[in-house]
């Protein structure tokens, strides 16, 4: 009988120790899911018409921020779509 004590004591104590953090955790990646969500969708939505340089060649959109990639081939791909 004790050991039946110890155990649901110690199964209690893991509860108490691990549940309150599991819970943490999944409010926190709810959170980081709700402010991550408006950006997604916006830059989902976004065409992408105006960009800006980096110093590394990339083509970083000025609406939503994504990389678009290599400058040279985005700008050879806006004037293919709009010559
Ligand atoms: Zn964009």
Do not use: Y
Request: charged share 20%; proline share 4%.
């Amino acid at each position: 009988m004790s050991e039946n004590w110890i155990v649901v004591a110690f199964q209690a104590w893991f509860g108490w120790k691990v549940l309150p953090a599991l819970i943490v955790f999944a409010i926190l990646l709810v959170l980081i899911a709700l402010f991550s969500l408006p950006s997604i969708i916006r830059r989902a939505r976004c065409k992408h018409e105006r960009f800006h340089e980096t110093g590394a060649c990339d083509a970083i959109c000025s609406h939503c921020g994504k990389n678009l990639g290599f400058i040279g081939a985005v700008r050879a791909e806006r004037a293919k779509e709009s010559p």
